[in-house]
Every structure is written in structure tokens, then in C-alpha cells.
């Protein structure tokens, strides 16, 4: 046999011996080889498109948001009750088609606001609890607490209004006035509970008229 011959038939010996190791490799890691190609689609096309369709959505729920909030204000300053009913339209095509915005929690904070405004307190209060149950962390939690109290007083539930304004000021303090204080006493005078109302009274009537007030008359009634 030549050398020419030789020389050739050693090359295709050597590419031979490439192709296999590079098919061996490929088959080895295959597995790796399309974790890598997955990670890469995930983070150079789905993240993105994720996160701008996510923006889109936010965009969309906020423009809805800011006509059903104008309507609701509308309602407020002129007390109609309009456009209290055309703000829960507005707040519930939000609740149903952008759950994954950050408006979807305050447009069912108001859909429990204009249930109030309509003096349909039990509507008001389910609304109220399931923000709670829905949104646990979310920093407006406390409003809806206060609005399950005060639908629960104004519905004269007075010892779940007591139960829910106890929760209230021991969970949100932050969200507890004088005028939510002066509530609990209400309830709890509504339960006959006068040493307890007379407390709150007692603790709020330096600079409260209305405390200093009902504390007045608690005493009066002390004395009959």
C-alpha cells in the first residue's frame, strides 16, 4: 500500500473517530443541551412577553378604574345613587376580566364601598371579607376590616359590629380613629354593656364633643 494511501485512510480513521466522540458527547448531554435551550426560551421570549402583557393588563384595569372611582365620587357629592350602580359595573368587569392587575383589589375594596353607599350592608360585609380572604397582605386589609364592622353595626348586628371593631383595633391600629372608638361604644351601648361604652367615653372626651356628650348622658342615666 502507498503512502498517499495510507496517509488517507489515517485521516478518515481520525474524522471517524470526531464524528462518534461528537456523537457520544451530544447523546451524553442531550439532556443538559435542551434544560439549557428551555431556560434560554423562558428567559429571552416568554419573561418578556409575560411581563408586557402583564403591563398591558395594568394599563387597560387602571384606565377602567379611574372611570368607575369618578363615578363612585360622583355619587358621593350629589347623592344620587347612579352612579353608585354604574361604578359596581365598571368595578366588576374589572374583579372578572383583570385578576392578575393591581387595580382588581381596590375595584373590590369600592365594589364594597358602593354596596355601603347603598345601604346594602350585607352585600357590603361579603365584599369586605373576601378582599380579606383574597388579598391578606394588602396594605389597604385594614380599610376592609373597618368596612365589615361598620356594615355589620349599621345592619344591627351589634355583637358582630363589637367582634369585628375589637379585631379592628387590635390588628390595624392604624386605621382606627376617634369616630370608630365612638362606634364600639355605640354598639356596645346597644348591648347594654354601659361600663364598657362608658370607658371608651371616658378615654376619648378631652378632645371629643361627641364622646364628652354620650358620656354625659351615661352618667345622667347612672343617676336615675
Known amino acids: 500500500m502507498s503512502y498517499k494511501i495510507k496517509q488517507k485512510n489515517s485521516e478518515q480513521n481520525k474524522l471517524q473517530s470526531l464524528i462518534e466522540s461528537a456523537r457520544y458527547y451530544i447523546s451524553d448531554n442531550l439532556a443538559k443541551t435542551l434544560i439549557t435551550a428551555a431556560v434560554l426560551l423562558i428567559v429571552v421570549v416568554i419573561i418578556p412577553s409575560a411581563v408586557f402583557y402583564k403591563k398591558h393588563v395594568d394599563r387597560v384595569a387602571i384606565d377602567y378604574l379611574d372611570r368607575g372611582l369618578a363615578l363612585y365620587e360622583q355619587s358621593r357629592l350629589s347623592g344620587e345613587p347612579n352612579g353608585y350602580l354604574d361604578s359596581q359595573v365598571v368595578f366588576q368587569k374589572i374583579i372578572n376580566n383583570y385578576a392578575l392587575s393591581s387595580s382588581t383589589p381596590i375595584a373590590l375594596l369600592y365594589m364594597g364601598n358602593t354596596f355601603y353607599s347603598l345601604d346594602n350592608f350585607a352585600e357590603a360585609k361579603r365584599a369586605f371579607v373576601r378582599f380579606i380572604k383574597k388579598y391578606p397582605n394588602h396594605s389597604l386589609v385594614g380599610l376592609a376590616q373597618r368596612g365589615i364592622a ?74 336615675v
Open 150 to 223: 361598620m356594615a355589620a353595626q349599621m345592619g344591627n348586628d351589634y355583637e358582630s359590629a363589637v367582634l369585628e371593631y375589637q379585631k379592628l383595633i387590635n390588628n390595624y391600629p392604624q386605621f382606627v380613629t376617634d369616630d370608630i372608638r365612638i362606634n364600639l361604644a355605640d354598639c356596645l351601648e346597644k348591648l347594654r354593656r354601659f361600663d364598657e361604652a362608658k370607658k371608651i367615653y371616658e378615654e376619648l372626651e378631652a378632645g371629643n364633643v361627641v364622646a364628652k356628650l354620650r358620656l354625659a348622658r351615661l352618667k345622667t342615666r347612672e343617676k
